[in-house]
């Protein structure tokens, strides 16, 4: 069943960190089978906190939606994520 990812930026916090991140996370698509389908355009909140941007990314399975998250590549641009902004991030399984 196909999967998502789906980032919930809060705040930015380091906009340096997240620099280096946006060009590392680029990178680390590789050959994995992803579809972004929404890359922080415009947002209305309609319930909850305000968001700052979404990005939502298909995959064809929750493994291979884990095997990019866990993919060394990922997870050499993850730290700059973590430091350079507050985030949520889900893993949710389509029907």
């Known amino acids: 069943m196909t ?3 789906i980032f919930i930026r809060n705040a930015i916090t380091d906009a340096e960190e997240m620099a280096t991140y946006g060009k590392k996370a680029a990178g680390a698509r590789g050959d994995h ?3 972004p389908l929404a890359f922080y355009g415009p947002v209305e909140t309609l319930e909850g906190q305000p968001t700052d ?3 939502l990314i298909s995959f064809p399975s929750m ?3 884990k095997a990019w ?3 060394p ?3 050499d641009a993850l730290p700059h994520r973590l430091k350079g902004a ?6 949710a399984e389509g029907l």
């Open 3 to 5: 999967a998502y990812v």
């Open 33 to 35: 089978a992803m579809t």
């Open 53 to 55: 941007g979404v990005v």
């Open 63 to 65: 493994d291979e939606a």
């Open 69 to 71: 998250y866990n993919s």
């Open 73 to 75: 590549a990922y997870q």
């Open 86 to 91: 507050d985030y949520r991030v889900i893993l």
